[in-house]
């Protein structure tokens, strides 16, 4: 039995990132609002969709790798020293296939799903409070 359990040091790193996916969408929600009245920024909303895209991006690459990282380091047990250097490694490994975008289908359905219902949800608040 493992007497050390597996540290989460990224733990604090991936709850930074999820907060940060939720502030910058509502800050970016209230910036479009008042990008939409003014008509000397509506330049500027090319460039504020550019860094909401990019910064959404490196957010969702960086849960990936470590979400990635932490199930490769909970799926490697310690090698056995009877075990063949060359075996394959689990049938889980290959049914666990990502097709888009690094997600399995089902991850795939949630994201659209999250990223639909925060749509109108903001939408719904900025109606609401404009």
Do not use: C
């Amino acid at each position: 039995m493992d007497s050390n359990p597996p540290r989460r040091t990224s733990t604090a790193f991936e709850y930074f990132l999820y907060a940060a996916i939720l502030a910058e969408t509502a800050l970016a929600a209230l910036i479009y609002k008042v990008m939409f009245r003014s008509p000397e920024l509506m330049r500027m909303r090319v460039f504020f969709a550019i860094f909401y895209f990019a910064f959404l991006g490196w957010a969702i690459h960086q849960l990936n790798k470590l979400h990635r990282n932490r199930k490769q380091h909970l799926s490697d047990p310690a090698p056995a020293p009877d075990r063949e250097v060359n075996e394959p490694a689990s049938r889980g490994a290959a049914e666990d296939t990502r097709p888009s975008l690094g997600l399995t289908g089902q991850q795939l359905v949630i994201v659209v799903v999250v990223f639909a219902t925060a749509v109108a949800t903001f939408s719904w608040a900025l109606r609401f409070l404009g």
